[in-house]
């Protein structure tokens, strides 16, 4: 198992070299972003489609 060091290390080296700062970062949360989901969808976290459409109507409220 790769350690989060050697995981940011290979999204980085993955990214052209004329990347900047903040395309690196935002690929790093993207990576992230996912990889916390993944863990969520493991640990039975989710909701289904139904609940977050309804979720979704309340917010322009």
């Known amino acids: 198992m790769l350690s989060v060091k ?6 980085i080296q993955a990214l052209p070299e004329d990347s ?15 990889e916390k989901g993944l863990e969520d969808s493991r640990k039975g976290k989710t909701i289904s489609n139904e ?11």
């Open 6 to 11: 050697e995981k940011i290390t290979g999204i």
């Open 20 to 34: 900047t700062y903040d395309e690196i970062l935002k690929e790093l949360a993207f990576h992230r972003m996912v």
């Open 51 to 61: 609940e977050m459409k309804r979720r979704i109507k309340t917010w322009g409220r």
